[in-house]
């Protein structure tokens, strides 16, 4: 918000900033950052916050540019109100329905990018449940139990499914159509 509000030479640097890191790839990013870090969900997590936040600030600084040339805001401006008060009271709220929307959509990639890294071992380790690390355990029992793998696997298609649901559903009653 700070970067697309005040422009100039602070948006250009944070912006470069974030055209460094959304041209890697998210998921080998987020393998190498989990791998340096050490097997743990706590360090997945980590790693998911490191190779998503590119996509929130891109959407917020897009947001912003668009709101702070509206009239409202210039008015705030014109009448003296502080460039903190803009952004907390007037900017933020434009944000916050794009953001939120995105977090839904995102959710199913998110849950995706866990369960892949657990499936690899670098995610939640015994005894936490986690369906990426069931599917690795169930791999050696897949043609005498196919249920081991199949169950997880369902549900992680089936929670992915209502993550994009209610994205798209979202999407649709705030009427956002640049995402």
Request: one cysteine or more; a positive charge; charged letters at 15%.
């Amino acid at each position: 918000m700070i970067s697309a509000y005040a422009g100039g030479k602070i948006d250009t640097v944070i912006m470069r900033i974030v055209d460094g890191f959304a041209i890697l790839p998210d998921f080998i990013l987020a393998i190498v950052i989990a791998g340096l870090l050490g097997p743990s969900l706590q360090n997945v997590l980590i790693a998911i916050v490191a190779v998503k936040w590119v996509q929130y600030a891109r959407l917020t600084r897009g947001t912003i540019l668009s709101e702070k040339q509206k009239e409202y805001i210039l008015s705030a401006r014109s009448i003296g109100c502080r460039h903190v008060r803009v952004l907390w009271k007037h900017l933020l709220p434009a944000v916050v329905p794009q953001t939120i929307t995105l977090a839904s959509l995102d959710m199913g990639k998110i849950i995706l990018i866990i369960a892949s890294l657990s499936y690899l071992g670098l995610g939640a380790q015994p005894p936490i449940p986690e369906w990426g690390a069931m599917l690795n355990d169930a791999r050696p029992y897949f043609q005498t139990e196919p249920l081991l793998m199949i169950i997880p696997g369902t549900m992680i298609f089936l929670t992915v499914l209502s993550f994009n649901l209610i994205g798209d559903g979202l999407r649709e009653s705030l009427k956002i159509n640049s995402l």
